[in-house]
């Protein structure tokens, strides 16, 4: 039986600089970014579907009633009509009873106004999912469609579905965004199908799988992300993202196995792994601290030799930790060679508060004295 999906946080207002798809089977589903609007509004409070037009710069003088009547067609009266914005930026919606304008994306239940916590009378009221057989940007689609060859085609630039701009640069999102508009058994397969080419000769198809599993963490075959950290570090390692010019395929998997690492006992285990060796974690070590800071503590040593340039990160990542340890650290630090008297000391003055702050510095300047 179709099931309704509804947005993320109940909904999105998104600006013109945001997706605001045509298609009633389109919801957010990212858990983070991107946005994507919600077409599916509905007033908690008139119970009108909401109403939307781009490139106005406000609602000009007219009550919500009137601009909603404006943005049906109507020709209202009793104010002035909303005007248009003279760069066609900016998305006015309405209800009968709330107007809302906004020049960028913005949650319906985020206040307007930090003061007053004014927010939309609005929430998502629900999307329907992608039946098949169905036709999806030109694409045929049914119970017989090898996910395989498709998701691969895609992934690796064979075959371009249209992607607005507002979504382009998310590696494969077509295909992620695929698998949340269809029903079981066609998103397993599909997932399934992604997770055997997290071990593609493609260094290309191989990120955007990585991607697809940073979008949907929870996808059936997101497991075999730590079994490939595990088995085949190899072809993640120093392996470059053929579209950045600073990120390699290790940092994507690092972080798609940080939103895991709670609920997959492997996961945790290869984040720990990564930790230790060359190239380190980078930014994860944030969470993995947040989470294990007596771990990390135990295995500071390894981890600065592991990643010396990223000493500023581990030390801001268990700061809150026990003080004393974290005071050894920050020596290791020094003796170890990782940073210079004035750069650790510059650094407890700008990130660490007191007490650990005023330690570290009086530390630093004790072995400063020792040498």
Known sequence: MSSVRRCRDDGFLVATDGWLPEAPFDWHWPPLAPRIGCNSLRCSTCGQVVRQAAGYAGPGTLPPAAVYEFLGGGTPTGGDPPPRHPEGRGRLYSCT?????????HGVHEPFD???????????????????????DGMALDSHTDWLVLAREVFSGARNPPVDPAVKEV????????????????????AHAVSTMLL?????????AIR??????DAPGADRL?????????????????????LTLWDWLIEALDWRMRADPLALKEVQA??????????????????????????????????????????NAVKGADLDRVVALA????????????????????HLEDPLRERVVSETNAQRQRS
């Open 97 to 105: 009873c709330y107007t809302a304008h906004v020049f960028s994306t």
């Open 114 to 136: 930090p003061i007053s916590e004014e927010t939309t009378p609005w929430a998502c009221a629900g999307h329907p999912p992608l039946g098949l057989p169905a036709q999806l």
């Open 226 to 246: 730590a079994a490939a950290a595990r088995d085949h570090s190899e072809l993640f390692v120093g392996v470059r993202d053929p579209d950045s010019a600073t």
């Open 212 to 217: 697809f599993f940073q979008l949907n963490d």
């Open 171 to 190: 590696q494969g999102f077509w295909i992620a965004r695929l698998y949340n508009l269809l029903e079981p058994p066609a998103t397993g397969a599909l």
């Open 274 to 315: 990564g930790a230790l060796r060359p190239p380190g974690i980078a930014r994860v070590i944030y969470s993995l601290a947040w989470q294990h800071p007596d771990w990390v503590l135990d295995h500071g040593a390894a981890i600065l030799a592991a990643a010396p340039r990223d000493w500023p990160s581990l030390l």
């Open 200 to 208: 593609d000769p493609e260094p290309r198809v191989r990120v955007t």
């Open 331 to 350: 020596c290791s630090v020094l003796s170890g060679g990782y940073a210079l008297p004035d750069e650790l000391t510059g650094f407890a003055e700008s």
